[in-house]
């Protein structure tokens, strides 16, 4: 069966602080991996990556893919309070898009 | 461009009652998605639509939950009888595209208390 498995499920770090959240997965004819940010509303959008090795970046945030050991993992630099939120990865195999359980992160003043 | 808009934002039933969620989808998305997100777990897809039909609903309870687009364009789901275990944020989402490989636009979510 498909699995994605994020870690940690939760976190908590202090403004300015760097934090890795990592993303593992088993699904069949892998397509994609999305990131997804939800703080109290709707999920939004942060990343699709389709390619290994390839970085994604936005700003404070990166993303990397590794095909290979069927990974990915999301950094934040410079963490703010308004990062904090759940994170969300989603594996898309065979059409099917299955989400992890997300971590939750709180960053303190 | 305005987002996908969902309705009720909450809802509290007692179990064994109804509830129906209505979702409004970007305008021009071909593909509709319920998911059914339970406290502390990741979204579970409820059943995806491509414009008036359905692509996939073999993860919806379908002694419970019914689904429906008739336009094409705008859903609604409806839970009856209400169990306990359904309390859940139900997010809708939208994409353009046909396929499940892209970026989805979700709503805001309604939460459902069952008790």
């Known amino acids: 069966e498909d699995k994605v498995v994020q870690s940690p499920l939760s976190l908590v770090v202090h403004e300015g602080d760097t934090v890795t959240l990592n993303c593992s997965y088993e699904?069949?004819?892998?397509?994609?991996l999305l990131w997804y940010k939800q703080e109290k509303k709707a999920p939004t959008f942060l990343f699709m990556l389709?390619?290994?090795?390839i970085e994604k970046k936005s700003g404070r945030l990166s993303s990397i893919l590794d095909k290979k050991e069927l990974f990915s993992i999301l950094n934040i630099t410079a963490t703010q309070t308004g990062d904090s939120a759940i994170y969300l990865c989603?594996?898309?195999?065979?059409?099917?898009?299955?989400f992890g359980a997300g971590t939750r992160l709180t960053v303190k003043p | 461009e305005a987002g996908v808009a969902q309705s009720p934002r909450y809802k509290i039933i007692e179990k064994r009652q109804s509830v129906a969620f209505w979702c409004n989808p970007i305008s021009g998305h071909a593909t509709l998605y319920w998911y059914q997100q339970i406290l502390g777990q990741g979204p579970k897809l409820l059943i995806q639509?491509?414009?008036?039909?359905?692509?996939?609903d073999s993860q919806l309870p379908k002694d419970r939950f019914s689904a429906e687009r008739l336009k094409g364009v705008d859903s609604t789901l409806k839970i009856q009888p209400a169990k306990l275990e359904d309390s859940a944020v139900y997010l809708c989402?939208?994409?353009?595209?046909?396929?499940?490989?892209?970026?989805?636009?979700f709503g805001e979510g309604s939460r459902l208390t069952v008790l």
């Open positions: 699904v069949t004819n892998f397509r994609s």
């Open positions: 989603a594996v898309v195999g065979n059409n099917d898009m299955r």
């Open positions: 989402a939208s994409s353009p595209r046909t396929g499940r490989n892209g970026e989805l636009f």
């Open positions: 389709t390619s290994s090795g």
């Open positions: 639509f491509q414009n008036n039909g359905v692509v996939d």
